[in-house]
């Protein structure tokens, strides 16, 4: 199987050291519970028993993660406006609930200000949409 | 039998899956062998590596592509968690200091544990590359073409590292080759 040409070509005191290498440097052989533990425990994981308890601690992390960085944006100076009276005359006395919405749902997100240069000034959805919506409607 | 490992119901076992369920029970060994000699003679990672190796390597099945040997596939992932434990393990080491994966302290009947370690570290200084061609080539028997496949360079390239391996090796570990052992024998006390 294996052609003597892929073989390294190494003089005789390299291979007696790399053979004593080897010799030297190698695991002791596993005894039999070893092996029947080893074999148990791949089963165990080759069947996802293993793996479902990896899943909580790392979705914990990931939760506490994310509860953590949202708790640092809305804490953080930089990131959190805090409500001055120079605020309040920009949002032009804006209510509370208003300044809350502003904060979590911008008028971007709510589309207040989004303009689509595809749609007709005159309102409505483009001509094309129109077409693909009347043949479903007329269904 | 202990090393068989029971996959799936008999009737759903594919021909891949009958080879892949042989190869743990013939490989297992080696394959462990050589996950201890490349995180760095650690028992229990070794094992966690292997078996790691198995796991990904049967949920790939799939993606498994006859271009290559079964064994070498197989192969080419334990040498890649074995790097990817040992970078983890540098990554903790970093964090938290100290040595957190240090192997076993536990007495060891046979061998010299020192002469472990001092091999172990040799090893450790060099590159990963050169360390898994040493490896592969000069302590588990592959082939320089199957050490290429497994680590996805040309045979050239691993030549190239098994060449600087050795040299590097040779320096740290002088008293252990032949050569150098016969001159420091000559030499006057």
């Given amino acids: ?139 | 039998m202990d090393g068989v490992v029971a996959l799936e119901p008999v009737a759903a076992i594919s021909e891949l899956e009958r080879r892949f369920a042989a190869l743990v029970g013939t490989h297992r060994e080696r394959a462990r062998r050589l996950a201890w000699r490349l995180v760095g003679g650690d028992d229990a990672a070794a094992e966690d590596v292997t078996q790691d190796a198995f796991v990904k390597a049967y949920q790939g099945l799939g993606r498994f592509r006859d271009e290559s040997s079964l064994e070498t596939w197989f192969y080419r992932i334990l040498v890649r968690q074995a790097a990817n434990h040992r970078r983890w393990r540098g990554v903790r080491e970093r964090w938290w200091g100290g040595d957190v994966d240090a192997p076993d302290p536990q007495p060891r009947p046979p061998g010299d544990p020192g002469l472990r370690r001092r091999i172990a570290a040799a090893l450790d200084q060099l590159s990963g590359l050169q360390r898994e061609s040493f490896v592969l080539v000069h302590m588990e028997g592959f082939t320089v073409r199957e050490s290429a496949e497994i680590l996805g360079r040309p045979m050239g390239t691993v030549k190239s590292h098994l060449h600087r391996a050795l040299r590097s090796l040779r320096s740290e570990l002088a008293d252990l080759h032949p050569s150098e052992a016969g001159t420091a024998e000559e030499k006057p006390e």
């Fill in chain 1, 1 to 139: 199987m294996k052609r003597e040409d892929e073989r390294l070509p190494l003089d005789s005191t390299d291979a007696h050291f790399a053979a004593k290498l080897a010799e030297l440097y190698a695991p002791e052989p596993q005894t039999l519970e070893q092996r029947q533990a080893f074999a148990r425990g791949l089963e165990a994981r080759l069947s996802g028993r293993g793996y479902r308890r990896a899943w909580f601690p790392a979705l914990a992390s990931a939760a506490a993660c994310a509860a953590a960085a949202l708790t640092w944006l809305l804490v953080s100076p930089g990131s959190t406006p805090t409500r001055t009276a120079t605020d309040s005359a920009v949002a032009g006395g804006a209510s509370q609930k208003e300044w809350e919405a502003q904060l979590f749902y911008p008028d971007q997100l709510m589309g207040r200000y989004m303009e689509d240069v595809t749609t007709p000034r005159t309102g409505g959805l483009p001509d094309e949409y129109m077409a693909i919506a009347s043949a479903f409607l007329d269904e």
